[in-house]
């Protein structure tokens, strides 16, 4: 039975989520410690939601990736930008909402924002140039 492009799809946004999950979860386990010792529990709840928040919008980001599916390179370049610019929407929003609300300690949050972002974006991009290929 052939293969639909929405399962294929699917699949490979799968893999790419659990990858953001397993990359986050390094980015933890090798920053915990650290931030921890430079700013206490309200460091490492900092570090905690700046790198959920830059999961989350990553997740959210991928998904344009997903709809566009195998199609002309117009419209894979198109779906790659749209998923960076929600991607870089949600983080803004949400980083911005979190300092303003007082419920994180700023420096930590936005640190670990800027790190698991730029880090994640690594991975982002590794994601559209596979898709880009594979199509």
Known sequence: MPETGWSASSRSYLRFVLLMVAVVAGLLLIGWVPTRNLGGSEATNGMLLGCGLSLVAAVVG??????????????????????LAIRMGLTLMGALAAVLSGLVAPKAFLLWVGISYMILLIVDVLFVL????EN
Not at 62 to 83: E, H, K, N, T
Not at 130 to 133: D, F, K, L, V, Y
Request: no cysteine.
């Open 62 to 83: 991928g998904l344009p990736q997903v709809a566009f599916g195998p199609r002309a390179p117009r419209d894979q370049g198109i779906a790659a930008l749209m998923s």
């Open 130 to 133: 596979a898709r880009t290929r």
